[in-house]
């Protein structure tokens, strides 16, 4: 019999236990869900560009970023396509002879600004690229493509 005289299943483990227990998961996978931000609207995928600058790199490195590369991070999500690339020279605090300081331009160095168009939806306020990687503005990101890795930090969302 599945069910004893005693109301245990198997013998072993109450029905009333059981019933607690199956409560029990059901909240923490809810909770889980609702704060993880897996629970998003999935079925509302959209496309959001954001702008990501990459401070003081050297000019070469500069000339792998290329129009319609694929972006991921370092465990694989994809976060995106670059869309656009503007260089600009890149500034460095320079100490003058009388001990003041003077912000210069960098000859060897240029900072890169790109818009990159990623896909995600959005969850509680917050839009996830890929599903799982929240973009949040003022937050460094690593970037990997197919000719170059970096790091850069997210300027802006775009709407």
Do not use: H
Not at 60 to 67: G, I
């Amino acid at each position: 019999m599945i069910i004893d005289k005693n109301g245990k299943i198997f013998g072993k483990i109450s029905i009333i236990d059981l019933f607690i227990l199956l409560v029990i998961i059901a909240a923490a996978a809810f909770l889980f869900l609702k704060f993880s931000g897996l629970a998003g609207d999935k079925a509302n995928i959209t496309e959001k560009s954001y702008t990501v600058m990459i401070n003081s790199i050297k000019e070469d490195t500069a000339s792998y970023l290329k129009t319609g590369e694929k972006l991921y991070d370092d465990k694989g999500s994809f976060l995106g396509v670059i869309e656009d690339i503007k260089l600009q020279p890149s500034e460095v605090v320079k100490t003058l002879d009388n001990g003041n300081y003077v912000v210069a331009e960098n000859p060897e160095r240029v900072d890169a600004v790109l818009t990159i168009k990623g896909k995600g939806f959005t969850s509680g306020g917050i839009f996830y690229l890929d599903g799982k990687v929240s973009l949040l503005v003022g937050t460094e990101r690593f970037f990997k493509g197919n000719r170059v890795d970096f790091e850069g930090n997210i300027l802006k969302i775009n709407d």
